[in-house]
């Protein structure tokens, strides 16, 4: 079994930035594809970011594009989601997801483990 824990999270300004990190325990997550998710109170979870296995293919919701950023470290068995220029519409709790049959992409079914969520707030 994989476990997911996210870090991170917390009380920012508009405008200023937040890294969220992932770290995976029990098992290398290696060559699974891996996304960020979010939520926010009384919405649907929401695709934010995904990256391959390699880290060579990287994809983003419209809304977060050119102010976020995924990444990974399969040394350290992390993922990561730098964000910058944020936005009171990004509070919400972010959820780092894993796909151990590879598929990935945008769609949260597509993952078979989560992490507990990391809560991010945004103040105007």
């Known amino acids: 079994q994989v476990q997911l824990v996210e870090s991170g999270g917390g009380l920012v300004q508009a405008g200023g930035s937040l890294r969220l990190s992932c770290a995976a325990r029990?098992?290398?997550?290696?060559?699974?594809?891996m996304g960020w998710f979010r939520q926010a109170p009384g919405k649907e979870r929401e695709f934010v970011a995904g990256i391959s296995w390699s880290g060579g293919r990287l994809y983003y919701a419209d809304s977060v594009k050119g102010r976020f950023t995924i990444s990974r470290d399969n040394a350290k068995n992390t993922l990561y989601l730098q964000m910058n220029s944020l936005k009171p519409d990004d509070t919400a709790v972010y959820y780092c997801?894993?796909?151990?049959?590879?598929?990935?992409?945008?769609?949260?079914?597509?993952?078979?483990?989560w992490g507990q969520g990391t809560q991010v707030t945004v103040s105007s």
């Open positions: 029990g098992r290398t997550v290696n060559n699974w594809a």
């Open positions: 997801a894993a796909d151990s049959t590879l598929q990935g992409g945008t769609v949260s079914s597509k993952y078979n483990y």
